[in-house]
């Protein structure tokens, strides 16, 4: 199938001046592609309604409600033509504790043990009194602060418009979605989910870890949304930024409409 992508051209044509003023800018092409070794990645999909519960975390994390609507009004309708055409749906969670009673998930941990022990941090007085500060005056403030440790630890949970499918693989570790990626042949990932310029990016199971093993990592503008902060949120700027950062190094910018149509249609086996 040809599927229309957005590409940032970093770089100036032979006759304009250097820098990056005559760079190209946000070009839209087409690329041939049989999906065949693709999956689609949904990561870190919450159910936000726990955000009611937790006032605090709303006051830290303005991306909540953008993150709402995409669940609501784009996922839905998504996720059913991917599982329409059978292309794989991996589901990355957070935590291991809101996704250790999912079938397929106690599968892959059969093969690739996690623990939550391989997350724990330690280091020197300095360090540790270096990320108090850091939750006390940038993220989360210390008003808010148990608000949103309560709800990591206790009220996470998949989001209904989004939850995993039964025999729909279940992983939490980059180890695991490589395991995964193995057993489906898969070097291809489209990831969908929150947020591309944090969890997507950096979190277990994410864009860096999965490039590293050597995989695609492509991302669907209109599924994803980015953590802002004051200067950038009303144009939504650091997710301009995630999305050129991806479509320089680590896969495709897929346009969500043009990609449900790409694979509606019928194809002759070559």
């Not at 994390?61 to 669940?71: G, Q």
């Not at 630890?153 to 193995?182: I, K, N, T, Y």
């Not at 503008?221 to 949120?233: F, I």
Request: aromatic letters at 10%; hydrophobic letters at 35%; a negative charge.
């Amino acid at each position: 199938m040809r599927l229309t992508t957005m590409y940032y051209q970093n770089f100036s044509d032979p006759q304009q001046t250097l820098g990056a003023q005559s760079y190209g800018g946000w070009k839209q092409g087409e690329i041939e592609l049989s999906l065949a070794n693709t999956a689609i990645v949904v990561m870190h999909a919450w159910d936000l309604s726990v955000c009611e519960g937790h006032p605090g975390w709303l006051r830290a994390a303005e991306w909540l409600e953008r993150a709402r609507s995409i669940l609501e009004d784009a996922f839905p309708n998504f996720l059913q033509n991917v599982r329409s055409k059978k292309i794989p749906i991996f589901h990355v969670a957070s935590d291991e504790r809101y996704c250790r009673e999912n079938q397929e998930y106690k599968k892959l941990r059969s093969r690739c043990p996690y623990s939550l022990s391989d997350a724990v941090v330690s280091g020197s007085p300095d360090a540790e009194r270096i990320r108090v500060y850091i939750k006390q005056n940038a993220y989360c403030g210390s008003e808010n602060q148990k608000d949103v440790e309560n709800a990591f630890e206790h009220d996470l949970r998949f989001a209904p418009q989004a939850s995993p499918m039964p025999g729909e693989p279940v992983a939490v570790s980059s180890e695991q979605l490589q395991e995964l990626c193995r057993l489906y042949r898969v070097d291809h990932l489209i990831y969908t989910g929150f947020c591309i310029n944090w969890c997507l990016l950096s979190s277990p199971g994410g864009i860096i870890d999965m490039h590293r093993s050597g995989k695609v990592c492509s991302v669907i503008r209109q599924l994803v949304t980015a953590v802002e902060n004051k200067e950038t949120a009303a144009e939504e700027k650091n997710k301009e930024l995630a999305l050129w950062r991806i479509s320089l190094e680590y896969g495709l910018v897929l346009d969500m409409d043009n990609f449900i149509s790409a694979i509606g249609i019928s194809y002759p086996e070559v």
